[in-house]
């Protein structure tokens, strides 16, 4: 019997029934493909190792490349450390009582704690705050993984105590090298050809978790020498998209620079990663309408009515017929002449107005509302520009203190060029007045 339970206990512990993603998961950072420039010899990560000292580190990157397995490797290079993981996915505020608990007893013995936290974007503010006099009086060391921006997702002091190391999306190299380890430790080849094999690696996105499944599926496969062929055999892949994440960040950021560019076709191209992704309309059309403002301007100002006629389109007809409502938006806007003159002007008046913030108008152009007020001057010396032969009186606006600024600059671009004619006349015309004596 005990032969029997042996052979069964062997069969359970076989390298073949453990999951493949086990079995490739890195010991050492030597075995880690990609992320040379945090586990080099002369990497960040190394030299936390030989100086052995460690505070707070964040890993910020996309899903599956890597982030868990750094963490789990680090403990590793440091002396006479406890690690302890949790997911704040599935952790509360009393889990995080109960780690610090431990962690201070842990202290007591001589003994350095290191506490990894998986996905921390999603604790609350509150319970980010809780890490700070923790990890300033030393109980304990932090790791935390997050796919979020740490800029929007995380406290800014937690930040401020943290190394933010960005753990980058896989190279090409990278994943075949995975694949060659994938190879070694299932003790056989993969059954494809070059361009199966290649086709296999762009696939993944960059995402090793993907190419493993993928090549948990391909081991099983005969030879495939067409890449159709493999597309039919093997589960299609998720588009890499988070409506919340970075990637959704990243694209949308395309489509804007892509528009700023003129560049239709490329704008085109990520507008419809988004949309087949699900991205929602009502915010892209917000976008757009952003860009009108910030990126065309007064260059064409009609810009905002295709966009806001484009959205109304869109409202009656919904999708799928809709989405050439948003096609037409960003074509228009893509073609149109581009300026952000006036979202300097306002960068420029609102920096401006901060640093003269208590300036009172000139006098002459306060209405005097009470007897008071005309008694001590105000209003005295107006000139209703409408009165002036030219219509423009040429008189000054700013606080008296106050030297004239200039915020706005046209370009030469667009409606504006005729913008930077009518500035140029109205400033010669002012010259002129200001040095012919007032009646």
């Not at 993603?21 to 040379?36: M, T, V, Y």
């Not at 990278?174 to 430790?185: D, N, Y």
């Not at 799928?320 to 228009?332: C, D, L, M, R, Y």
Request: overall charge positive; proline content about 5%.
């Amino acid at each position: 019997m005990s032969d029997l339970f042996g052979s069964i206990d062997a069969e359970l512990n076989s390298p073949f029934t453990i999951p493949l993603a086990d079995r490739l998961r890195p010991k050492s950072f030597d075995e880690i493909s990609g992320q040379e420039h945090l586990t080099s010899p002369s990497g960040p990560l190394r030299l936390i190792g030989k100086n052995q000292v460690m505070s707070a580190i964040i890993f910020w990157g996309p899903p599956g490349v890597g982030k868990t397995t750094l963490a789990r490797i680090l403990p590793t290079q440091l002396n006479q450390t406890i690690f302890h993981e949790i997911s704040a996915v599935s952790s509360c505020t009393s889990d995080l009582k109960n780690i610090f608990k431990l962690a201070k007893e842990s202290r007591l013995t001589g003994k350095n704690f290191l506490l990894f936290v998986d996905e921390i974007h999603y604790f609350n503010k509150m319970q980010q705050d809780m890490f700070l006099p923790i990890i300033e009086n030393g109980t304990l060391s932090l790791i935390g993984a997050t796919s979020q921006n740490p800029s929007f997702q995380l406290n800014a002091a937690l930040l401020s105590r943290s190394l933010v190391f960005e753990v980058r999306k896989l190279t090409d190299i990278a994943l075949e090298e995975i694949i060659k380890r994938a190879e070694k430790v299932s003790q056989k080849s993969l059954p494809l050809d070059k361009k199966c094999r290649n086709a296999l690696i762009k696939k993944s996105g960059g995402d090793a978790r993907i190419l493993i499944n993928l090549l948990e599926q391909a081991f099983l496969l005969d030879n495939v020498t067409s890449v159709d062929a493999l597309e039919r055999k093997l589960a299609l892949t998720i588009p890499k998209y988070d409506k919340a994440g970075d990637n959704h960040f990243a694209i949308i950021s395309a489509i804007h620079k892509s528009i700023r560019g003129s560049d239709p076709d490329a704008a085109l191209y990520w507008l419809a990663r988004a949309l087949n992704a699900g991205e929602d309309p009502q915010y892209l059309f917000r976008r757009l309408l952003r860009i009108s403002l910030e990126d065309i301007g007064l260059s064409t100002p009609e810009a905002q009515r295709v966009v806001i006629d484009c959205w109304s389109t869109y409202d009656k007809l919904g999708p799928p017929e809709g989405n050439i409502a948003i096609v037409t938006a960003v074509i228009f806007l893509s073609l149109s002449p581009k300026s952000n003159s006036v979202y300097l002007a306002e960068k420029d008046s609102q920096k401006f107005a901060k640093k003269y913030h208590s300036d009172l108008p000139p006098k002459h152009i306060i209405n005097p509302a009470t007897n008071l007020m005309s008694k001590f001057g105000y209003g005295n010396g107006y000139q209703y520009d409408h009165d002036t032969k030219s219509g423009f009186s040429g008189q000054n606006y700013f606080p008296d203190a106050v030297k004239r600024q200039l915020f706005y600059h046209p370009v030469d671009r667009g409606l504006e060029r005729e913008f930077k004619k009518r500035l140029s006349y109205f400033s010669k015309l002012r010259s002129h007045l200001e040095k012919k004596p007032r009646d």
